[in-house]
């Protein structure tokens, strides 16, 4: 038989995929939610896509209260690049929305589209992959975590031990996720 190919669906997972099958299982109110849920985490990626490029185009946005707004124009005005990878291996990796390093001043912000309260940690470990990639000290920088969320800004300033410890972690856990793979245990 000749199976009909679908290349344009390579690399792609329907909302109905066989390969995660509870849906055969929702309500009608369970499929509403869950679709939902799919639709805000699409248009969360097409707003960061979005600041993306105006913060690469340089363009600012009205000034407003707005998390967008205030997001893009802050990230410009700070001069930070915006989705810049932070790799420590291929077990540890991310990217950063945007970030800034001048004057020993490292700054991290993250846009948040969700209505869900987003937490520090995941800048805390941006920061500690920053300073085990371009082997800076974190005693040595002073470092500005924000997040851009529900028309808020929250600004933390972690501890540098606190960048240490995330830092110590993440080459431990590398090393024993390599070993893993090599079948030690």
């Known amino acids: 038989m000749d199976f009909i190919r679908k290349p344009e669906l390579e690399g792609q997972h329907a909302f109905l995929s066989p390969s995660n099958y509870h849906w055969v299982n929702y309500s009608h109110e369970k499929l509403k939610e869950r679709f939902s849920a799919a639709m805000a985490a699409r248009h969360g990626t097409e707003l960061h896509e979005f600041a993306h490029q105006a913060v690469k185009l340089g363009i600012k946005l009205p000034k407003t209260q707005k998390t967008l707004n205030m997001y893009v124009n802050d990230v410009i005005g700070y001069k930070m690049s915006s989705e810049v990878p932070l790799y420590y291996s291929e077990n540890c990796f991310g990217h950063a929305d945007a970030i800034s390093f001048r004057n020993n001043k490292l700054r991290i912000s993250d846009l948040k589209t969700g209505i869900t309260k987003a937490s520090h940690i995941q800048l ?25 969320q529900n028309n808020e800004i929250s600004v933390y300033e972690p501890s540098s031990e606190q960048i ?12 024993r996720i390599e070993s893993f793979k090599n079948g030690g245990f």
Do not use: T
């Not at 410890?165 to 431990?172: A, G, S």
């Open 124 to 148: 805390e470990i941006y920061a500690a992959l920053f300073c085990l990639q371009y082997s800076v000290d974190p005693y040595d920088i002073n470092i500005e975590l924000r997040i851009y």
């Open 164 to 175: 240490s410890i995330i830092m110590d972690k993440i080459i431990d856990f590398d090393m």
